[in-house]
């Protein structure tokens, strides 16, 4: 004989528990932290990164470290939304219920709706910056001349997904955008949860293992998607793992006049929001050099150089492994960036990688311990007038140099000038002729199948 079983779960615990989890969820999920709003202009408040930061903001009443790492205080604020959610159960619990005519079956319907869109906005946003290689792009020349352990561990991992070839970020990014959406409809909710769950479990780990720093937010994100699934879980695993039947969720939700007329504007306003971040993501991208500076570099420079020649301060210095003054080599970007590599260790900026097209654009130096990152600015000179390079450090803006600048031959570079302390220099670059097979592609492309 087959016997029925309803197994939802979130129906055994009393209508206190789901109160005081929804408005705990609720108050995870709006934007408190003060630091979202800092620099908000008016005029770019409808900036791809706003937009962004609002989709996947963190609510913070004791602030999270800005910078990468293992740093947990991000769970404070959820001992504290605990805190705050049952003191306000405890004092207007039975006046919500009663205002709204609310029992077990209606808090559980509106937490998960809250679950549903939160988790949807965050993730199909994250699955678009994934599609396109704009949360983690391909590694830069300077990125190629820096030694594997003089990059931090997070760093290790985008730039080794970056040179993926078999489509795993795309993939990614898909699974994402799909979870998001089937999240949108009820009858897709535990499907679009399951699948969540798998994909914000591996994000999890990867924040932990290797230090990217948001681990606390992709733990939340996980957390709501459990919930989510939880209400079907249980009827899903006994319906396809034990084989028995099982009680079909049966609860209709019934709206008020109001809601019920602006149900399905909101609904098309939400579809519409992730519809036009998606074509601002695209023209972002298409359209700028993004995550790297937009300011085009020194003509026909890009490329690796060695240092031939360096004379600091009249002493010419020979090629040596130890010195930490002479220059080992030197990186042109295609835009207005040059790196030093030195013997000396450089200073890491270590904060977190974030999403900032008009903000300061500083993925090509963070995390990166071998070499020093400079921004730089060429004047043309006139007719009798020398050429100038002034160079200011990115990491360490005290730290700058001015020189002019002779192309004596299309790949050598005469650099003469001095630094901030006053240290005379004259350098002598000549551009390396290398080709990198990461460019050149493979004779037979990879096949996983």
Do not use: C
Not at 172 to 179: K, M, N, T
């Amino acid at each position: 004989m087959t016997h029925l079983t309803d197994t939802n779960i979130l129906k055994r615990y009393g209508s206190e528990f789901l109160l005081i989890g929804f408005v705990f969820f609720f108050i995870l999920s709006i934007p408190y932290d003060p630091n979202l709003f800092g620099n908000t202009s008016v005029a770019d408040f409808l900036s791809l990164e706003n937009w962004f930061a609002l989709a996947t903001y963190h609510t913070s009443f004791i602030p999270e470290s800005p910078f990468v790492g293992t740093d947990v205080r991000g769970y404070y604020n959820w001992a504290i939304a605990w805190v705050l959610a049952t003191l306000i159960v405890l004092a207007f619990g039975r006046k919500f219920k009663k205002r709204w005519m609310l029992n077990n079956d209606t808090i559980a319907y509106w937490l998960r709706v809250l679950l549903r869109y939160r988790l949807a906005l965050a993730l199909t946003f994250y699955g678009i910056v994934k599609i396109l290689p704009i949360q983690i792009p391909e590694p830069t020349l300077s990125e190629l001349h820096t030694e594997y352990g003089d990059f931090l561990l997070w760093k290790l991992y985008y730039l080794t997904n970056g040179i993926a070839t078999a489509g795993y970020l795309p993939v990614i990014g898909a699974l994402e955008i799909v979870g998001g959406l089937l999240l949108l409809n009820r009858r897709t909710t535990v499907i679009g949860s399951g699948l969540l769950i798998a994909v914000l479990l591996n994000t999890v780990i990867i924040n932990y293992v290797y230090e990217v720093g948001d681990q606390v937010y992709s733990s939340f994100l996980l957390l709501a998607a459990g919930v989510v699934f939880s209400y079907d879980g249980k009827r899903f695993y006994q319906l396809l793992i034990v084989k028995i039947a099982v009680v079909p969720d049966g609860f209709w939700p019934v709206y008020g006049r109001r809601i019920a007329v602006l149900r399905p504007y909101l609904q098309s306003l939400f579809l519409l929001v992730i519809a036009a971040f998606s074509v601002q993501a695209y023209l972002s991208w298409k359209n700028s050099n993004y995550p790297f500076p937009d300011e085009e570099g020194l003509k026909d420079a890009e490329g690796i150089y060695d240092v031939k020649d360096f004379v600091w301060n009249g002493d010419s210095l020979a090629y040596s492994q130890t010195d930490s003054v002479r220059w080992k080599d030197v990186v042109f970007e295609k835009w207005n960036t040059l790196s030093i590599r030195t013997n000396k260790k450089t200073q890491v900026d270590s904060l977190k990688p974030r999403i900032a097209f008009n903000g300061l654009r500083n993925y090509e130096y963070l995390g990166n311990n071998g070499r020093e990152f400079f921004e730089y600015t060429h004047k043309e000179g006139k007719q009798q007038e020398v050429s100038r390079l002034t160079l200011v450090g990115k990491v360490d803006t005290t730290h700058t140099f001015s020189f002019t600048l002779d192309r004596l031959e299309p790949h050598t570079i005469i650099l003469v000038g001095t630094n901030q302390g006053g240290d005379s220099l004259r350098v002598r670059l000549e551009k390396v002729n290398k080709k990198y097979l990461l460019h050149e592609g493979r004779r037979k492309p990879i096949r996983i199948y």
